[in-house]
Protein backbone atom coordinates (compact mmCIF):
# COMPACT_ATOMS: atom_id res chain seq x y z
CA UNK A 1 0.00 0.00 0.00
CA UNK A 2 1.74 3.49 -1.44
CA UNK A 3 -1.36 5.64 0.15
CA UNK A 4 -0.95 9.29 1.52
CA UNK A 5 -4.19 10.65 2.02
CA UNK A 6 -5.31 14.18 2.04
CA UNK A 7 -8.23 16.69 3.06
CA UNK A 8 -10.23 18.63 1.92
CA UNK A 9 -9.63 18.42 -1.60
CA UNK A 10 -10.50 21.70 -2.01
CA UNK A 11 -10.32 24.52 0.48
CA UNK A 12 -11.74 28.32 -0.05
CA UNK A 13 -10.92 30.65 2.46
CA UNK A 14 -10.92 34.71 2.81
CA UNK A 15 -7.85 36.04 3.25
CA UNK A 16 -8.33 36.74 7.18
CA UNK A 17 -9.38 33.34 7.96
CA UNK A 18 -7.56 29.98 10.17
CA UNK A 19 -7.79 26.57 8.13
CA UNK A 20 -6.20 23.74 8.41
CA UNK A 21 -4.96 20.94 5.49
CA UNK A 22 -4.30 17.31 6.48
CA UNK A 23 -2.14 14.84 5.06
CA UNK A 24 -1.92 10.99 6.52
CA UNK A 25 0.22 8.21 5.70
CA UNK A 26 0.08 4.27 6.87
CA UNK A 27 3.37 3.19 5.42
CA UNK A 28 5.35 3.28 8.21
CA UNK A 29 7.33 6.22 6.70
CA UNK A 30 8.98 8.50 8.75
CA UNK A 31 9.78 11.38 6.94
CA UNK A 32 6.83 13.54 5.60
CA UNK A 33 6.58 16.48 3.00
CA UNK A 34 4.71 19.55 2.36
CA UNK A 35 4.47 20.88 -1.62
CA UNK A 36 3.32 24.01 -3.19
CA UNK A 37 2.61 23.92 -6.69
CA UNK A 38 1.15 26.76 -9.12
CA UNK A 39 -0.23 25.98 -12.37
CA UNK A 40 1.72 24.04 -14.93
CA UNK A 41 4.97 24.37 -12.51
CA UNK A 42 6.52 21.30 -10.84
CA UNK A 43 5.92 20.95 -7.23
CA UNK A 44 8.34 23.43 -4.79
CA UNK A 45 9.31 22.10 -1.42
CA UNK A 46 8.43 23.72 1.65
CA UNK A 47 9.12 21.63 4.84
CA UNK A 48 10.09 18.56 5.89
CA UNK A 49 9.70 16.28 9.02
CA UNK A 50 11.87 13.46 9.71
CA UNK A 51 10.96 11.38 13.05
CA UNK A 52 7.95 14.06 13.39
CA UNK A 53 11.15 16.69 13.66
CA UNK A 54 11.16 19.50 11.34
CA UNK A 55 14.36 19.54 9.70
CA UNK A 56 14.03 21.93 6.77
CA UNK A 57 11.92 24.85 6.19
CA UNK A 58 12.58 26.44 2.72
CA UNK A 59 12.00 29.84 3.67
CA UNK A 60 8.37 29.54 3.87
CA UNK A 61 6.24 32.55 5.31
CA UNK A 62 5.41 32.27 8.44
CA UNK A 63 1.53 32.70 7.53
CA UNK A 64 2.25 28.93 7.23
CA UNK A 65 2.54 27.11 9.87
CA UNK A 66 3.23 23.08 10.00
CA UNK A 67 2.89 20.39 12.64
CA UNK A 68 3.57 16.77 13.26
CA UNK A 69 1.21 15.60 15.68
CA UNK A 70 2.65 11.71 15.02
CA UNK A 71 4.50 9.79 12.69
CA UNK A 72 1.59 9.11 10.48
CA UNK A 73 -0.10 12.93 10.07
CA UNK A 74 1.04 15.99 8.79
CA UNK A 75 -0.66 19.49 9.08
CA UNK A 76 -0.31 22.47 7.98
CA UNK A 77 -1.94 25.10 8.78
CA UNK A 78 -3.25 28.48 7.16
CA UNK A 79 -3.78 31.90 8.45
CA UNK A 80 -3.37 35.32 7.09
CA UNK A 81 -2.78 34.26 3.40
CA UNK A 82 -2.81 35.84 0.41
CA UNK A 83 -4.42 35.03 -3.20
CA UNK A 84 -0.41 34.22 -4.66
CA UNK A 85 -0.99 31.48 -2.43
CA UNK A 86 -3.74 29.96 -4.05
CA UNK A 87 -2.43 26.76 -5.67
CA UNK A 88 -1.99 22.57 -5.30
CA UNK A 89 -1.10 21.75 -1.89
CA UNK A 90 0.79 18.18 -1.83
CA UNK A 91 1.88 16.06 0.91
CA UNK A 92 4.29 13.31 0.51
CA UNK A 93 5.74 10.56 2.33
CA UNK A 94 8.82 8.65 2.28
CA UNK A 95 11.05 5.57 4.68
CA UNK A 96 13.13 7.97 6.15
CA UNK A 97 15.24 10.85 5.24
CA UNK A 98 19.19 9.36 4.47
CA UNK A 99 17.99 6.44 3.10
CA UNK A 100 19.49 4.32 -0.09
CA UNK A 101 15.74 4.34 -1.53
CA UNK A 102 14.01 7.29 0.16
CA UNK A 103 11.27 6.80 -2.93
CA UNK A 104 8.56 10.00 -2.48
CA UNK A 105 5.20 9.29 -2.46
CA UNK A 106 2.66 11.58 -2.95
CA UNK A 107 -1.17 12.67 -1.88
CA UNK A 108 -3.77 13.44 -4.39
CA UNK A 109 -3.22 17.58 -3.01
CA UNK A 110 -5.46 20.07 -1.57
CA UNK A 111 -6.55 22.73 -4.36
CA UNK A 112 -6.59 25.91 -2.26
CA UNK A 113 -8.02 28.92 -3.58
CA UNK A 114 -7.26 32.54 -1.26
CA UNK A 115 -10.34 35.02 -2.15
CA UNK B 1 24.82 21.73 -7.67
CA UNK B 2 22.24 19.06 -8.83
CA UNK B 3 19.69 20.29 -11.72
CA UNK B 4 17.23 18.27 -14.06
CA UNK B 5 16.24 19.52 -17.53
CA UNK B 6 13.25 18.53 -19.49
CA UNK B 7 14.07 18.97 -22.68
CA UNK B 8 10.65 19.45 -24.23
CA UNK B 9 7.59 21.55 -23.03
CA UNK B 10 5.06 20.09 -25.06
CA UNK B 11 5.44 17.24 -26.72
CA UNK B 12 2.19 16.02 -29.06
CA UNK B 13 1.72 12.45 -30.20
CA UNK B 14 -1.10 10.44 -32.32
CA UNK B 15 -2.64 7.49 -30.51
CA UNK B 16 -0.67 3.89 -30.64
CA UNK B 17 2.31 5.48 -31.86
CA UNK B 18 5.52 5.41 -29.43
CA UNK B 19 7.08 8.18 -27.31
CA UNK B 20 10.23 9.23 -25.75
CA UNK B 21 10.52 12.18 -23.15
CA UNK B 22 13.25 13.50 -23.11
CA UNK B 23 15.52 14.04 -19.37
CA UNK B 24 18.71 15.43 -18.20
CA UNK B 25 20.43 15.68 -14.83
CA UNK B 26 23.87 17.16 -13.31
CA UNK B 27 25.62 15.95 -10.58
CA UNK B 28 28.93 15.55 -9.09
CA UNK B 29 27.39 12.70 -7.09
CA UNK B 30 25.74 9.47 -7.43
CA UNK B 31 22.51 9.94 -8.32
CA UNK B 32 18.70 8.56 -7.53
CA UNK B 33 16.42 9.18 -11.04
CA UNK B 34 12.39 9.69 -11.34
CA UNK B 35 9.77 10.07 -13.14
CA UNK B 36 6.45 10.90 -11.90
CA UNK B 37 3.51 11.38 -13.82
CA UNK B 38 0.69 14.08 -12.77
CA UNK B 39 -3.12 13.89 -14.67
CA UNK B 40 -5.17 16.40 -14.23
CA UNK B 41 -6.25 18.10 -10.97
CA UNK B 42 -4.45 14.90 -9.39
CA UNK B 43 -1.33 14.78 -6.98
CA UNK B 44 2.12 12.97 -8.20
CA UNK B 45 2.22 9.18 -9.24
CA UNK B 46 5.34 7.56 -9.38
CA UNK B 47 5.66 5.92 -12.76
CA UNK B 48 9.70 4.32 -12.12
CA UNK B 49 13.14 4.60 -10.43
CA UNK B 50 16.46 4.21 -11.18
CA UNK B 51 18.65 3.68 -7.47
CA UNK B 52 21.42 1.46 -8.76
CA UNK B 53 21.75 -2.35 -10.60
CA UNK B 54 20.25 -2.61 -14.34
CA UNK B 55 20.12 0.66 -16.48
CA UNK B 56 16.77 0.03 -17.86
CA UNK B 57 14.02 0.01 -15.50
CA UNK B 58 10.52 -0.95 -16.00
CA UNK B 59 7.94 0.71 -14.29
CA UNK B 60 3.57 0.83 -14.84
CA UNK B 61 1.48 1.53 -17.65
CA UNK B 62 4.03 0.11 -19.95
CA UNK B 63 6.51 2.81 -19.37
CA UNK B 64 10.55 2.34 -19.37
CA UNK B 65 13.46 4.73 -18.98
CA UNK B 66 16.97 3.73 -19.66
CA UNK B 67 19.83 5.76 -17.00
CA UNK B 68 22.73 6.66 -18.93
CA UNK B 69 25.54 7.79 -17.15
CA UNK B 70 27.75 8.69 -19.76
CA UNK B 71 25.43 10.90 -21.11
CA UNK B 72 23.60 11.97 -18.29
CA UNK B 73 20.30 10.90 -19.69
CA UNK B 74 16.71 9.06 -18.13
CA UNK B 75 15.07 9.51 -21.04
CA UNK B 76 11.27 7.89 -20.79
CA UNK B 77 9.89 5.55 -23.46
CA UNK B 78 6.80 3.88 -24.39
CA UNK B 79 6.18 2.25 -27.32
CA UNK B 80 2.19 2.93 -28.15
CA UNK B 81 0.65 5.23 -26.31
CA UNK B 82 -3.04 5.68 -25.19
CA UNK B 83 -4.99 8.63 -24.97
CA UNK B 84 -4.82 7.92 -21.28
CA UNK B 85 -1.85 8.58 -20.72
CA UNK B 86 -2.35 12.59 -21.57
CA UNK B 87 -0.96 13.86 -18.55
CA UNK B 88 2.02 15.70 -16.94
CA UNK B 89 5.43 13.92 -16.33
CA UNK B 90 8.05 15.19 -14.03
CA UNK B 91 11.65 13.81 -14.45
CA UNK B 92 13.42 14.09 -10.77
CA UNK B 93 16.36 13.08 -8.90
CA UNK B 94 17.53 13.12 -5.02
CA UNK B 95 19.84 15.17 -3.36
CA UNK B 96 19.91 14.30 0.61
CA UNK B 97 16.58 14.44 1.06
CA UNK B 98 14.70 16.66 -1.43
CA UNK B 99 13.89 15.81 -4.60
CA UNK B 100 14.93 18.10 -7.56
CA UNK B 101 12.28 18.35 -10.21
CA UNK B 102 12.47 19.18 -14.28
CA UNK B 103 10.07 21.59 -15.43
CA UNK B 104 7.69 19.29 -16.74
CA UNK B 105 6.69 17.88 -19.91
CA UNK B 106 3.26 17.62 -21.25
CA UNK B 107 2.32 14.90 -23.21
CA UNK B 108 -0.84 15.02 -25.32
CA UNK B 109 -2.15 11.92 -27.16
CA UNK B 110 -4.33 12.49 -30.01
CA UNK B 111 -6.74 10.33 -31.87
Known amino acids: DTEVTQTPKHLVMGMTNKKSLKCEQH?????MYWYKQKAKKPPELMFV???????INESVPSRFSPECPNSSLLNLHLHALQPEDSALYLCASSQETGSLDNTQYFGPGTRLTVL | AQSVTQLDSQVPVFEEAPVELRCNYS??????LFWYVQYPNQGLQLLLKYLSGSTLVKGINGFEAEFNKSQTSFHLRKPSVHISDTAEYFC?????????FGAGTRLAVHP
Open chain 2, 92 to 100: AVTLYNKLI
Open chain 2, 27 to 32: SSVSVY
Open chain 1, 49 to 55: YSYEKLS
Open chain 1, 27 to 31: MGHRA
